[in-house]
């Protein structure tokens, strides 16, 4: 029985699928499927229900992967100790982030900290926040940024800003005040993200009535593909404040909302994570350098 081997296990039962779960892990189905049976051939029991359909997890296995879970925490915890010796964020920080927010955090954030801890070696995954969820959970992850409140009882989470929203939409339209309200939006044609990524829930939760007009025929995975079709003059739609000057002067007209009207960022990581100081280093560093036109909040203990 190797480390390995309780690696694929976990991974097999967070996914619940042989390939899903051989893609997390880098190798290919049938090694994956192979070892799996190798490791209950060798425990002597059935650590999984299989079908055509689906995975499941015996009680047998319920209580194994208990088990392994708790072994992997561990050996993570060992690592740690001589990273934690050597000095702080020394050594690999696998870092996760959502894709409203990498293109313009991480362009400053990244030589931020290079320069603060030059021993650090940044290993960044830009994904969705459920996937995001899923890779830290499955120890695939140290921490990622995401739009708060994240609610999984096995994560901490620590507010680190408030970004604002901003409106935009074609120039030349009808001008709108300087600084619009809920009810300036009101009967606009929106233009949001796909489904899945944390903004388009929060933008149609934030401006969606009975009258607004969200433009259901259009399904964009970046802000920049919506940027585009703005200029066009498609629609209009929301933006979080960092992106504003990749938005601004190229052919659609920016405006702010009303206070209160955005997205609270925060650092999320597993509660057994052992280098909690070198996720408070992180922390740091990002309010130490946040650009203009977001709140840092004060620092506090994770929750």
Known sequence: M??????????????????????????????LSTQIKKLEAQLGVMLFERTNRSVRVTAHGEEVVARARQILTDVEAIA?????????????????????????LLPWLVPALNADYPELRLAVHEDLTASLIERLLSHRLDAALVALPVEDGRLETLPLFDEPFWFAEPRGNEPLAEVLTKD?????????????????????????????????????????????????????????????????NR?????????????????????????????????RTLRDHLPHGVSRLPATEAS
Do not use: K, N
């Open 184 to 248: 300036d939006l009101r009967g606009r044609r929106l233009l949001v993200l796909t489904e899945g990524h944390c903004m388009r829930d929060q933008v149609l939760s934030l401006c969606r009535t009975p009258d607004r007009d969200v433009e259901e025929d259009f399904r964009a995975t970046s802000l920049e593909t919506i940027r585009q079709m703005v200029a066009t003059g498609m629609g209009s739609t929301l933006l979080p404040a960092m992106a504003v000057e990749e938005f601004r």
């Open 80 to 104: 740690s100790v001589g990273r934690r010796i050597a000095g702080p964020l020394v050594g690999t920080f696998s870092l996760g982030v959502i894709p409203t927010l990498g293109p313009y």
């Open 251 to 283: 052919g659609v007209t920016v405006r702010p909302l009303d206070a209160g009207l955005g997205r609270r960022i925060g650092l999320v990581w597993r509660r057994s994570y052992p280098r909690s100081r070198d996720l408070q280093l992180v922390a």
């Open 2 to 31: 190797t480390l390995q081997d309780l690696r694929y296990l976990v991974a097999l039962v967070d996914h619940g699928h042989f390939g899903r779960a051989a893609e997390a892990c880098h190798v290919s189905q049938p090694t």
